[in-house]
């Protein structure tokens, strides 16, 4: 046995609720050598994290480990009782979860959970695992490592409860880290400082790792080796360096190609009719208590101003906690406005969505980020996208029929999904009823709160296509709210940066009007590139870091 | 997972087990008996048909017979008459008025929600026999009377519930699309929420069920709820509570079947049939 990790012929299989068997990981074999970090790449439904959670002898409620060999460190995890195998985990093994906040217990200290394995395992005494649990937080960059530990999970912001996570792994002494997508939920910024501090800590203790991700800048960041899985089989394996330059697989291809740089759609034509669709001035809106100005006592949006021009899309960016969605909410009129005026199509809007005409609701539509909640799962696909046809056009029930197959095809989904219900879909698909949902209103303007941030890069730049297809055809103007720099450029002609409620600046990626204002700098030059030595080589104003980031 | 020990089978695409299917049968069994309980009765429930009280099981009186003499089996197939017909009453009127009710809370929030929710909290704190008496006594022991008190009773439980499910769903954001499409307040309870919550409504309808016919029995047991020689099965078990030092099979056979009806309304809830999602089987 000369590496650390082997997989042999894995095979996992899951009984549905109509007694079917389905295997969802058909023959997976794997080596990580001492020391090595793997990524398993691959989209959602791939197997990637079934792969992973494997390695720890794990199998999901429902699921199966069928065949194959788990060699961790010389013991077959496959064949162990339950009790054996609680011994090695948190110990040899150990897990960091994709969202920290959900895997904290809130009622009680953070010191008490990260120490906790060593409870558990008796591995040292309470005493020398704080000491120990202290150094670590040192190690992973954690401010005031002597204090944090007293606090409680919602006293820290979500990267620090991602490191945190990753000190409760760490503290087991693991030979083996699995890592399952843990910068997935957090803002570029924040996710640069926690992809250091996990490669300084894996590179010091010499701690082979698996890392789940569906991003591969990120994963090129912090993986020796790629292995891409795609409907429960290895596609390609290789270094890196290797993938990322001479990818064989068409799959792998496809990940890489969501990340080149797209024509952009020229709007020269455009500049000759320039028509305000919305115009905000000085628009205020927060939550709290009104104080005597009429103004909420926490401003989440202050004084923003935008334009919109008819058949142009504003994009909006920042990171989580900036008051971009909120302004999102409030130009729908589902948060009114403290302060300041919405002009729409030429007539001053309501502030509230309730007291606004019908034509003006159905003109402007909002499509949320989570087409999870934003489908109500009781009903069929059907009966969601015909709604805002019966509501606003009054369509009898077949010219209903027939124009929900033709958006089905506008939003290019089989028509026969039609009858399924949204839990039967997948996440792309979800998001492209969402849409054709807000297509049937007929509207001008389309508010996309950060509708491709739950979507794996692949699904996410097909989703982006669609859009500018139907603007082409429609004649639409996007707000298009996001996180994500390379989305929004894709998309939108006019870039509006926002940070702590307030527009910072206005970029125009057309006219090559490069950002100057220094926190839109800090963001653009912390989104991940495909090339491996990015994180290592990149250098950031500390001045700048310690201003706008939050640490 | 103890569920998927019992072994379920599959039925027009839902999957069902065993006990489900068992205790449905048995509620059934009683709804026929409730609805045919005239023609099928040996004897009128007045007539004294025995010598003895208290008489055994014997061919003629199936069930033996009570403290007068009478047939015990005609007075419990009448019986189930009124204790299955009034509580399904009462627990329509509670739940239909409850889940309504909770729903528009939920949805419009602020004062109405407030103003609903003390008073139904207020509603709650009066103990439910107590309520009972306190009416049986002011306007006298009618059957109408008796399905509005029980519904009453039962109506503040049903709001509370109905609304902390309609709150967790009134979050999400298909209710945000909705409202600002424009939609009005009967929509959004009744298309948005209300299939997203059924199945945990119903199972609260079936339980509620349970609760009322035990007070009614319970009722009926003080002597408030039906009146002679009308007897529901709390008040045959009360009546021929005297038997009991004798085995007579007159307190025994309504007891049981207060049983048989709540137990196989529980089981029920607790299996309903499931509706399969995966359609490739």
């Given at each position: 046995?000369?590496?650390?990790?082997?997989?042999?012929?894995?095979?996992?299989?899951?009984?549905?609720?109509?007694?079917?068997?389905?295997?969802?990981?058909?023959?997976?074999?794997?080596?990580?050598?001492?020391?090595?970090?793997?990524?398993?790449?691959?989209?959602s439904g791939s197997g990637k994290t079934t792969v992973?959670?494997?390695?720890?002898?794990?199998?999901?409620?429902?699921?199966?480990?069928?065949?194959?060999?788990?060699?961790?460190?010389?013991?077959?995890?496959?064949?162990?009782?339950?009790?054996?195998?609680?011994?090695?985990?948190?110990?040899?093994?150990?897990?960091?979860?994709?969202?920290?906040?959900?895997?904290?217990?809130?009622?009680?200290?953070?010191?008490?959970?990260?120490?906790?394995?060593?409870?558990?395992?008796?591995?040292?005494?309470?005493?020398?695992?704080?000491?120990?649990?202290?150094?670590?937080?040192?190690?992973?960059?954690l401010p005031d490592p002597e204090g944090i530990g007293?606090?409680?999970?919602?006293?820290?912001?979500?990267?620090?409860?991602?490191?945190?996570?990753?000190?409760?792994?760490?503290?087991?002494?693991?030979?083996?880290?699995?890592?399952?997508?843990?910068?997935?939920?957090?803002?570029?910024?924040?996710?640069?400082?926690?992809?250091?501090?996990?490669?300084?800590?894996?590179?010091?203790?010499?701690?082979?790792?698996?890392?789940?991700?569906?991003?591969?800048?990120?994963?090129?960041?912090?993986?020796?080796?790629?292995?891409?899985?795609?409907?429960?089989?290895?596609?390609?394996?290789?270094?890196?360096?290797?993938?990322?330059?001479?990818?064989?697989?068409?799959?792998?291809?496809?990940?890489?190609?969501?990340?080149?740089?797209?024509?952009?759609?020229?709007?020269?034509?455009?500049?000759?009719?320039?028509?305000?669709?919305?115009?905000?001035?000085?628009?205020?809106?927060?939550?709290?208590?009104?104080?005597?100005?009429?103004?909420?006592?926490?401003?989440?949006?202050?004084?923003?101003?935008?334009?919109?021009?008819?058949?142009?899309?504003?994009?909006?960016?920042?990171?989580?906690?900036?008051?971009?969605?909120?302004?999102?909410?409030?130009?729908?009129?589902?948060?009114?406005?403290?302060?300041?005026?919405?002009?729409?199509?030429?007539?001053?809007?309501?502030?509230?969505?309730?007291?606004?005409?019908?034509?003006?609701?159905?003109?402007?539509?909002?499509?949320?980020?989570?087409?999870?909640?934003?489908?109500?799962?009781?009903?069929?696909?059907?009966?969601?996208?015909?709604?805002?046809?019966?509501?606003?056009?009054?369509?009898?029930?077949?010219?209903?029929?027939?124009?929900?197959?033709?958006?089905?095809?506008?939003?290019?989904?089989?028509?026969?999904?039609?009858?399924?219900?949204?839990?039967?879909?997948?996440?792309?698909?979800?998001?492209?009823?969402?849409?054709?949902?807000?297509?049937?209103?007929?509207?001008?303007?389309?508010?996309?709160?950060?509708?491709?941030?739950?979507?794996?890069?692949?699904?996410?730049?097909?989703?982006?296509?669609?859009?500018?297809?139907?603007?082409?055809?429609?004649?639409?103007?996007?707000?298009?709210?996001?996180?994500?720099?390379?989305?929004?450029?894709?998309?939108?002609?006019?870039?509006?940066?926002?940070?702590?409620?307030?527009?910072?600046?206005?970029?125009?990626?057309?006219?090559?009007?490069?950002?100057?204002?220094?926190?839109?700098?800090?963001?653009?030059?912390?989104?991940?590139?495909?090339?491996?030595?990015?994180?290592?080589?990149?250098?950031?104003?500390?001045?700048?870091?310690?201003?706008?980031?939050?640490? | 997972?103890?569920?998927?020990?019992?072994?379920?089978?599959?039925?027009?695409?839902?999957?069902?087990?065993?006990?489900?299917?068992?205790?449905?049968?048995?509620?059934?069994?009683?709804?026929?008996?409730?609805?045919?309980?005239?023609?099928?009765?040996?004897?009128?429930?007045?007539?004294?048909?025995?010598?003895?009280?208290?008489?055994?099981?014997?061919?003629?009186?199936?069930?033996?017979?009570?403290?007068?003499?009478?047939?015990?089996?005609?007075?419990?197939?009448?019986?189930?008459?009124?204790?299955?017909?009034?509580?399904?009453?009462?627990?329509?009127?509670?739940?239909?008025?409850?889940?309504?009710?909770?729903?528009?809370?939920?949805?419009t929030g602020g004062w109405l929600d407030s103003c609903?929710?003390?008073?139904?909290?207020?509603?709650?704190?009066?103990?439910?026999?107590?309520?009972?008496?306190?009416?049986?006594?002011?306007?006298?022991?009618?059957?109408?009377?008796?399905?509005?008190?029980?519904?009453?009773?039962?109506?503040?439980?049903?709001?509370?519930?109905?609304?902390?499910?309609?709150?967790?769903?009134?979050?999400?954001?298909?209710?945000?699309?909705?409202?600002?499409?424009?939609?009005?307040?009967?929509?959004?309870?009744?298309?948005?929420?209300?299939?997203?919550?059924?199945?945990?409504?119903?199972?609260?309808?079936?339980?509620?069920?349970?609760?009322?016919?035990?007070?009614?029995?319970?009722?009926?047991?003080?002597?408030?709820?039906?009146?002679?020689?009308?007897?529901?099965?709390?008040?045959?078990?009360?009546?021929?509570?005297?038997?009991?030092?004798?085995?007579?099979?007159?307190?025994?056979?309504?007891?049981?079947?207060?049983?048989?009806?709540?137990?196989?309304?529980?089981?029920?809830?607790?299996?309903?049939?499931?509706?399969?999602?995966?359609?490739?089987?």
């Amino acid at each position: 046995m000369t590496n650390l990790v082997e997989v042999r012929n894995l095979r996992i299989e899951a009984t549905t609720d109509a007694g079917r068997l389905v295997e969802i990981i058909r023959g997976v074999s794997l080596d990580i050598a001492d020391g090595e970090i793997v990524a398993l790449i691959g989209e959602s439904g791939s197997g990637k994290t079934t792969v992973a959670l494997s390695l720890m002898g794990y199998a999901r409620p429902g699921c199966r480990i069928t065949g194959g060999e788990i060699n961790v460190n010389g013991k077959n995890m496959a064949a162990l009782s339950e009790k054996e195998r609680a011994k090695l985990r948190g110990t040899d093994i150990a897990y960091v979860p994709q969202s920290a906040a959900a895997a904290f217990n809130p009622s009680s200290t953070i010191m008490e959970q990260v120490i906790e394995v060593t409870r558990i395992h008796g591995l040292m005494p309470p005493e020398k695992a704080r000491q120990r649990a202290v150094e670590l937080f040192r190690a992973l960059s954690l401010p005031d490592p002597e204090g944090i530990g007293a606090r409680y999970p919602h006293q820290v912001s979500g990267g620090q409860l991602q490191r945190l996570s990753a000190a409760m792994a760490l503290i087991g002494d693991p030979k083996l880290m699995i890592f399952d997508e843990p910068t997935t939920a957090l803002d570029v910024t924040t996710q640069i400082d926690v992809l250091k501090a996990f490669k300084s800590v894996m590179r010091a203790g010499g701690i082979a790792g698996v890392y789940v991700s569906h991003d591969l800048a990120v994963v090129a960041q912090i993986a020796d080796r790629i292995v891409v899985l795609k409907g429960g089989e290895v596609q390609e394996t290789g270094t890196t360096a290797a993938i990322l330059s001479a990818a064989q697989h068409p799959y792998t291809r496809e990940l890489l190609a969501a990340f080149e740089p797209k024509p952009r759609q020229s709007h020269a034509d455009a500049d000759a009719r320039t028509k305000q669709l919305l115009r905000i001035d000085n628009v205020t809106a927060g939550y709290g208590a009104v104080r005597d100005d009429g103004l909420p006592l926490i401003r989440a949006v202050d004084s923003v101003s935008l334009v919109v021009e008819t058949g142009r899309n504003l994009g909006v960016i920042g990171e989580s906690g900036c008051g971009k969605s909120t302004l999102a909410r409030v130009i729908a009129g589902i948060h009114p406005a403290a302060a300041g005026d919405i002009v729409f199509d030429g007539k001053q809007l309501e502030r509230a969505a309730r007291k606004r005409s019908q034509d003006q609701l159905r003109e402007m539509q909002i499509v949320f980020q989570y087409a999870d909640t934003a489908l109500n799962p009781a009903k069929p696909v059907e009966d969601i996208i015909s709604r805002p046809l019966a509501f606003y056009h009054r369509l009898d029930r077949q010219a209903r029929s027939k124009r929900v197959d033709e958006l089905l095809d506008m939003v290019r989904l089989p028509r026969g999904l039609r009858y399924r219900h949204p839990s039967e879909l997948s996440g792309g698909q979800k998001q492209r009823v969402n849409f054709a949902r807000a297509l049937a209103a007929g509207p001008k303007l389309i508010i996309c709160d950060e509708i491709t941030s739950a979507l794996d890069t692949v699904v996410a730049s097909a989703v982006i296509e669609l859009l500018k297809e139907l603007q082409r055809e429609l004649g639409l103007s996007y707000i298009f709210i996001s996180h994500d720099l390379s989305v929004v450029e894709a998309i939108c002609d006019e870039i509006m940066v926002m940070y702590n409620g307030e527009r910072v600046e206005q970029i125009t990626p057309d006219k090559l009007k490069a950002p100057t204002h220094p926190y839109s700098k800090l963001l653009f030059s912390s989104v991940p590139k495909l090339d491996p030595t990015w994180l290592d080589g990149l250098v950031r104003d500390p001045e700048l870091v310690s201003q706008y980031g939050h640490r | 997972m103890a569920r998927a020990a019992v072994s379920r089978r599959s039925f027009l695409g839902h999957s069902y087990n065993l006990v489900g299917v068992v205790a449905a049968l048995v509620i059934l069994a009683w709804t026929l008996v409730a609805i045919f309980a005239p023609y099928i009765l040996p004897h009128p429930i007045g007539e004294i048909v025995d010598d003895d009280y208290f008489g055994p099981m014997r061919q003629g009186l199936w069930f033996g017979s009570d403290y007068l003499g009478r047939d015990m089996l005609s007075r419990v197939l009448m019986g189930a008459r009124y204790t299955v017909g009034i509580s399904l009453a009462a627990v329509c009127i509670a739940c239909f008025s409850g889940v309504v009710l909770g729903m528009i809370a939920a949805v419009t929030g602020g004062w109405l929600d407030s103003c609903l929710s003390r008073f139904l909290d207020a509603m709650n704190s009066i103990p439910s026999k107590l309520f009972g008496l306190v009416v049986v006594a002011a306007v006298g022991s009618s059957i109408p009377a008796l399905i509005l008190t029980l519904a009453v009773i039962y109506i503040p439980g049903a709001y509370r519930f109905a609304r902390a499910l309609a709150v967790n769903i009134n979050t999400m954001d298909f209710m945000t699309v909705a409202r600002v499409r424009g939609e009005s307040i009967g929509y959004l309870i009744g298309s948005e929420i209300l299939p997203n919550i059924i199945r945990p409504v119903l199972a609260d309808f079936g339980l509620r069920f349970v609760f009322i016919v035990l007070l009614l029995s319970g009722l009926s047991f003080l002597g408030l709820g039906l009146q002679p020689p009308l007897a529901d099965w709390g008040a045959l078990v009360r009546e021929n509570i005297g038997g009991l030092p004798f085995a007579a099979p007159a307190v025994i056979v309504p007891s049981l079947a207060i049983a048989s009806l709540t137990i196989s309304v529980n089981l029920l809830i607790d299996n309903l049939p499931q509706k399969i999602r995966d359609r490739n089987a």
